[in-house]
C-alpha cells in the first residue's frame, strides 16, 4: 500500500487528504497554526466538583473549562506540581474511590486535553500526561512499558520492552509506536531524551506559574499529521501553495530533516484537489448512502448516541447462491465501512448491520478481514464480542469532531432533520471551479452566492481569489443574493 499526502491552503485554513491506493481516507480542516486544544497541557484550577458525576470542571483559561472524570484522575501529578521529583513513588497505586478524595476547588492540577470541544461538550481533560513523538510515546506519570500490536516480531517486541524498562525505570512509562519497528536504537533513544527534556521544561513551567496557564502547546494539526503519516508506505507529501511549502521546509528542517525528501511543491495548472478527485469525495461526504462497486449499497446515520451502519444487497441479485452472493457483498462492504470510518472520522459505538449469515466459517472470515482492514486506522478501535444476530459493535477513538459537524452544520429551512455544507465548503468549491476556467477564454465571471458565501470570499479568501484572476486573465464579480440557499451558488461567463 502506498500513501499519499495533498495539502492546499485555502486563506488561512490548511486543507489535508490522505490518498491510500488513489483512495481518498482521511480529510482535514485546520490552520497552519492550529486551533485544536488536542494534546495542549495545562495547569489549571478546580472550578468545581460534581459529586454525583464523580467529575470536576477545570479552568484551564480557554473559553471552555475542562471536564475531568476520576478515571482520569492521578493524584501523583499533585506532588509532581509541588515536589522537587520528576519521577514516581514507589508502589502500587490504586484509583480513588471519589473524585472529592483527591480534588477540592480551588485546587491547582496539571491536565491535558484528550478530547476537544465538540458541539455543546467541554473539552475532555486528563491527568494522565502523554508526550508523542514520532516513534515513542512517554507517559510520565503511568509506570507501564508498552510495544504496539502491529509490531508482530517477539524478538523485536522483546528488545524494545528491555529498552523501555531500562530508559523509563523511575521515570515513567514507554510506548513504543508502530513506526519504531525497524528504526535504531540510537534514533530512539535520542527521541526518548528529547521527550524527557519537553516533561522537564513542562515542570519547571507548572511550578512557577500561577494557574490557569498553557505549558505545552502540541505541534499544529498539519505537522501532527504529517508526524503520524511518516512511514515506508509513504511516497510523497504534496503542497501546492508556496508559502506554506516554505513553512513547512522551516518546520520540518528544524525538528525532523529527515522527512524533508517526502516534501514536494505542486505547481501543475490543474488545481491539486481536483488532480486527485478530492472535490468530488467531499461532495458525497453528507450523503448517507454510498454506492459500492457491485451494486450494493451502505447507508450511514449519525446520532448522539451512535453510529448506525447498514449493509443492503441493492442491485447486486448475486451469480450463484444467494448465501455466497450475501457473503461477497458483505466482504465488499468491510473495505468500504473501514474507509468510510476513517474519511468521515466516526467515533464513539459504530453498529454495523451486515447482511445475516448462516455459515459461521463466513462470519469467521468476515471478522478476520475487519481486523486487516482496521489495522491501517491510525486510532484505536476495538471490535466487540458478536451476539448471534448480524449486527458487528465497534468502539472507536473519539478525540474530534467528525467531519460531518466540521464541514457540515445543522439545515437552516428544516431545523436540524439534516445537515448542509457549511458556506466555508460552498466557497471552497467556487474557487476549485474558478479555477478549472482555460486561461483567456472569457473576460468576466460573475459569481452569485448566498450573502455569507460571498462575505468569506472577500475576505479570508480573497488572495486566492486574485490569484485565480491573474491565472485566467479575467475579472471575478461576486454578487450576493439572499434568495438562494447557501449550498446554492451560480456561475456565469462573459
Not at 460552498?426 to 455569507?452: D, M, Y
Amino acid at each position: 500500500m502506498w500513501r499519499e499526502v495533498l495539502i492546499t491552503q485555502l486563506g488561512s485554513e490548511a486543507l489535508v487528504a490522505v490518498v491510500e491506493d488513489d483512495r481518498l481516507v482521511e480529510f482535514h480542516a485546520d490552520e497552519p497554526q492550529g486551533s485544536s486544544l488536542l494534546g495542549n497541557i495545562y495547569k489549571g484550577r478546580v472550578k468545581s466538583i460534581l459529586p454525583g458525576m464523580d467529575a470536576a470542571f477545570i479552568d484551564i483559561g480557554e473559553p471552555q473549562d475542562g471536564f475531568l472524570y476520576i478515571a482520569d484522575v492521578r493524584p501523583v501529578v499533585a506532588r509532581l506540581l509541588y515536589g522537587d521529583t520528576d519521577g514516581l513513588p514507589a508502589g502500587r497505586w490504586r484509583r480513588p474511590q471519589h473524585i472529592g478524595d483527591v480534588l477540592h476547588e480551588g485546587d491547582e492540577v496539571l491536565v491535558q486535553v484528550k478530547r476537544d470541544p465538540i458541539q455543546y461538550k467541554a473539552p475532555r481533560v486528563s491527568t494522565k500526561i502523554t508526550l508523542t513523538g514520532t516513534y515513542l510515546v512517554y507517559t510520565p506519570v503511568q509506570p507501564h512499558v508498552g510495544v504496539s500490536s502491529r509490531i508482530t516480531n517477539p524478538q523485536r517486541r522483546q528488545h524494545l520492552k528491555a529498552l523501555g524498562r531500562a530508559w523509563a525505570a523511575g521515570r515513567g512509562g514507554l510506548i513504543f509506536r508502530t513506526a519504531s519497528a525497524a528504526i535504531p536504537d540510537e534514533t530512539l533513544e535520542q527521541e526518548w531524551r528529547s521527550l524527557q527534556q519537553t516533561w522537564q521544561k513542562v515542570l519547571r513551567l507548572a511550578r512557577s506559574r500561577p494557574a490557569p496557564c498553557l505549558l505545552y502547546r502540541e505541534p499544529p494539526t498539519l505537522l501532527r499529521l504529517i508526524r503520524d503519516l511518516v512511514n515506508p508506505g509513504l511516497r510523497r507529501i504534496w503542497v501546492d501553495s508556496p508559502n506554506l511549502y516554505r513553512w513547512l521546509q522551516e518546520q520540518l528542517g528544524e525538528h525532523h530533516p529527515e522527512w524533508l525528501p517526502y516534501l514536494q511543491l505542486y505547481t501543475d495548472s490543474s488545481p491539486l484537489f481536483y488532480r486527485y478527485q478530492i472535490h468530488r469525495e467531499l461532495q458525497r461526504i453528507l450523503k448517507p448512502r454510498v454506492w459500492l462497486k457491485s451494486g450494493a449499497y451502505l447507508v450511514i446515520n449519525q446520532t448522539e448516541a451512535l453510529v448506525a451502519i447498514d449493509v443492503n444487497t441493492g442491485k447486486n441479485t448475486g451469480l450463484t447462491d444467494f448465501q455466497d452472493s450475501v457473503f461477497r457483498v458483505n466482504l465488499e462492504a468491510v473495505g468500504e465501512i473501514v474507509r468510510q470510518i476513517r474519511l468521515r472520522n466516526l467515533g464513539g459505538l459504530i453498529l454495523i448491520d451486515f447482511i445475516d449469515m448462516t455459515s459461521p466459517e463466513h462470519w469467521q472470515k468476515l471478522r478476520e478481514v475487519l481486523e486487516a482492514e482496521l489495522k491501517g486506522d491510525r486510532m484505536r478501535t476495538y471490535i466487540l464480542p458478536q451476539s448471534s444476530t448480524s449486527l458487528v459493535l465497534l468502539t472507536r477513538q473519539k478525540a474530534q469532531a467528525s467531519l460531518l459537524h466540521h464541514l457540515g452544520q445543522v439545515c437552516p429551512r428544516c431545523h436540524g432533520r439534516a445537515f448542509v455544507y457549511s458556506p466555508r465548503v460552498i466557497a471552497w468549491e467556487v474557487i476549485w471551479k474558478l479555477s478549472q476556467i482555460k486561461k483567456g477564454l472569457f473576460q468576466r465571471a460573475v459569481v452569485r452566492a448566498h450573502p455569507r458565501v460571498i462575505e468569506l470570499l472577500r475576505g479570508p479568501y480573497r488572495e486566492n481569489l486574485r490569484t485565480i484572476c491573474r491565472q485566467i486573465r479575467a475579472e471575478v464579480e461576486l454578487r450576493e443574493d439572499s434568495n438562494l440557499a447557501w449550498e446554492s451558488y451560480d456561475l456565469t461567463f462573459h
